[in-house]
């Protein structure tokens, strides 16, 4: 069995460097991605990470929910934000120590007042793009999945 790490902060790739640089735990949809391909056999997937961006996070969990042999996710530490949508790709389980937390998406937006509306139409899309994944995960409702991400919820392996 081939395992690949989620450790760190999930990050774009062009940001690699300076994770690099200081020796700091990251994980790039570019750099798992390399890793399941080169996989010969099952695969499991190791999760410990605070979260991050949202996007490289959709990469890592397409690779993952469409990845032609048998792959497994275990959260072993924390699979928070960002991370939680991984932990959603596959057949998974958590450590009795691990933990998840799922929140709606974290932004920031500078301009005029239509820039702000912009932004805050862009997050609620994107909201909408993770509970997909929750709810696929789950079975859980739209509404019972918003209540969770809007009070900031963590989820025990209890």
């Known amino acids: 069995m081939t395992t690949i790490n989620v450790k760190g902060t999930i990050i774009n790739s062009e940001s690699a460097w300076i994770y690099d640089l200081f020796g700091i735990p990251a994980t790039t949809a570019e750099q798992f991605k390399a890793q399941l391909a080169a996989a010969e056999d099952d695969v499991l997937v190791e999760i410990n990470s605070p979260g991050g961006y949202v996007a490289p996070a959709a990469e890592i969990y397409e690779a993952i929910r469409t990845y032609a042999g048998n792959i497994e996710c275990r ?13 959603c790709a596959a057949k998974s389980s958590i ?8 929140h709606n998406c974290i932004g920031s937006a500078e301009g005029n007042h239509n820039d702000m509306r912009q932004a ?13 994944a929750y709810r696929a995960k789950t079975g859980l409702s739209d509404g019972q999945l918003y209540r969770l991400m809007e ?3 963590t989820l025990s392996a209890k």
Do not use: C
């Not at 959260?75 to 932990?87: D, T, Y």
């Not at 805050?120 to 997909?132: F, K, L, V």
């Open 75 to 87: 959260v072993v530490g924390q699979a928070a934000s960002a991370a939680s949508i991984i932990a």
């Open 120 to 132: 805050a139409q862009t997050m609620e899309s994107i909201d909408e793009n993770i509970m997909e």
């Open 151 to 153: 009070k900031n919820t």
């Open 95 to 102: 450590t009795p120590m691990g933990t998840l937390f799922l």
